[in-house]
């Protein structure tokens, strides 16, 4: 299985830049996916194929890297963006990271 | 609109098994994937497994080989999974969701709660 693993938790401020990071066990060119997650609700894609941005995401939300490493970068950080973030690859059998949770100061 | 309407809550035995459906609508059910993801309490996402419905094909997480089948009905546009033996690991959210070409998935259903309790 490709393993991704993700930081467990940030805290941000309204306002400043944040980037999650995601790294993948084993490359998987491009097909890196990002989605959000509030509580109590099915997670909600941000950005596909590394960098491309979902239909109706805010621009404030960007996605970069390939191979191995991944960044979703959310600039500025807004209060709604409170959330778990999760990276999901789709170049071998899927398999998603664990998860970071953002919190805002 | 794209719907993916999953059935409800269930509240099962410890060894028993439970079929939840996901009924899909706004598109062509048979033009695309159906994964089967769960997510166990204040936890990740894992995948279960794929079924195809054009053509009935099934892969599964090695994980879940035995625990979970997957089946598909074309003609209701509805996609099941059953899940057997069920233990109190098994307590946990499962969503159907429904990945474009890319692989991203751009659909979710809202999930089902499973209970195993006695």
């Known amino acids: 299985d490709t393993v991704l693993t993700q930081s467990p938790a940030l805290a941000v401020s309204p306002g400043e830049r944040v980037s999650i990071s995601c790294r993948a066990s084993?490359?998987?060119?491009?097909?890196m996916h990002w989605y959000q997650q509030k509580p109590g609700q099915q997670p909600k894609l941000l950005i596909y194929?590394?960098?491309n941005l979902a239909s109706g995401v805010p621009a404030r939300f960007s996605g970069s890297g390939s191979g191995t490493d991944f960044t979703l970068t959310i600039d500025p950080v807004e209060a709604d963006d409170t959330a778990t973030y999760f990276c999901?690859?789709?170049?071998?059998?899927?398999?998603f990271g664990g998860g970071t949770k953002l919190e805002l100061k | 609109e794209v719907k993916l309407q999953q059935s409800g809550d269930e509240l099962v035995r410890p060894g028993a098994s439970v079929k939840m459906s996901c009924k899909a609508s706004?598109?062509?059910?048979?033009?695309?994937?159906m994964h089967w993801v769960k997510q166990s309490p204040g936890q990740g996402l894992e995948w279960i497994g794929t079924?195809?419905?054009?053509?009935?094909?099934?892969s599964y997480n090695q994980k879940f080989k035995g625990k979970a089948t997957l089946t598909a009905d074309k003609s209701s546009n509805t996609a099941y999974m059953e899940l057997s033996r069920l233990t109190s690991e098994d307590s946990a959210v499962y969503y159907c969701?429904?990945?474009?070409?890319?692989?991203?998935?751009?659909?979710w259903g809202q999930g089902v709660m499973v209970t195993v309790s006695s």
């Open positions: 969701a429904s990945p474009n070409s890319t692989g991203s998935i751009d659909y």
């Open positions: 706004g598109y062509t059910f048979t033009d695309y994937a």
């Open positions: 079924i195809i419905p054009l053509i009935d094909t099934t």
């Open positions: 084993e490359g998987v060119n491009s097909y």
């Open positions: 194929k590394a960098s």
């Open positions: 999901q690859q789709s170049w071998n059998d899927p398999t």
